[in-house]
């Protein structure tokens, strides 16, 4: 109620630094603890306990400032990033759009951040604290050998990582995308698997949800051939469904309520296509409980949510949680894990 009436104010600022101003204000807040195993909502996922399913998707905390501040708000993890190994200012501004009246975001921002060994040692200060925090690893833009770029990430996170999640699905990076080809997918996942080592943390792959079967048969096999933890499913889109807003014709990755549509297509996809033999977590255009209840039952384990968190306000997270308990016992589930690809079965 308290987001609905400073909503308009936060409008009248650039998306950008809106979006710094509520890093600076979360900073300055007391830290409350993370949730509470959920019983209905607790699942085992990739080696690791969740409390719950609802997660905040890379993008927002993207140099780790604030990751146990966003446990408080009752997000079961958060992973923060991209980060790629030297920092980088990122594409010129502006490169945040609000789509208001379609409820989306549009970005190119370029994985701006502060670089690796920043966060880690921001990460390492306060790994005392409870609380999953997943890291997303990128590449610098200007590298002239990405895939060391993921190997050198990996092996620069991984002890303060609870999982790591390899982006290369992100659309403002030009030629990220070409590392979801067979061949440079293989090499890719070879490389950093060397990097984690026997002991590290799960890894995860991040793609996008503009692929063709074929590309999504690929990274399926590749992914099971790699033993990969899991999959995330999906990043932004550079598809434009009819939008009503005056930044539609803004380049970069299209998120929020216009996604939602395609990012379910796409996981249910990929269910398909590994048998449900690796793990799945959705992310894109979740606003509701009703649609992490649809990504879960299209057979995501775990949900991301983002965007959504600029139209919503912070309590998204725990109003999804509450929404889900209703529909989970509605349906007569004993825990979200039963309700996992219900739909595909």
Partial sequence: MLYSLLRPLVFTLDAERAHRLSIAAL???????????DPLLSTRFAGITFPNPVGLAAGYDKDGEVPHAMLGLGFGFTELGTLTPLPQAGNPKPRLFRLVEDEAVINRMGFNNGGQEAARERLKRVAHRPGIVGVNIGANKDSTDRIADYAKGVAAMKEVATYLAINISSPNTPGL?????AGALEALLDAVTAARGSDGPPIFLKVAPDLEPADIDDIARIAADKALDA????????????LASRHAGETGGLSGAPLRDLAQQRLADFRKATGGTIPLIGTGGIATAE?????IRAGASLIQIYSAMVYEG???????????????RRDGFANVADAVGTDTR
């Fill in 291 to 295: 649609d992490a209840y649809a990504r």
């Fill in 314 to 328: 912070p309590g998204l997270a725990r109003r999804i949680s509450k929404g889900l308990k209703a529909l989970l």
């Fill in 231 to 242: 999959l995330i499913v999906s990043n932004t889109t550079i598809t434009r469904p009819a």
């Fill in 27 to 37: 900073k300055l807040l007391p830290v409350a603890a993370p949730p509470a195993p």
């Fill in 177 to 181: 995308r070409a590392l979801q080809d």
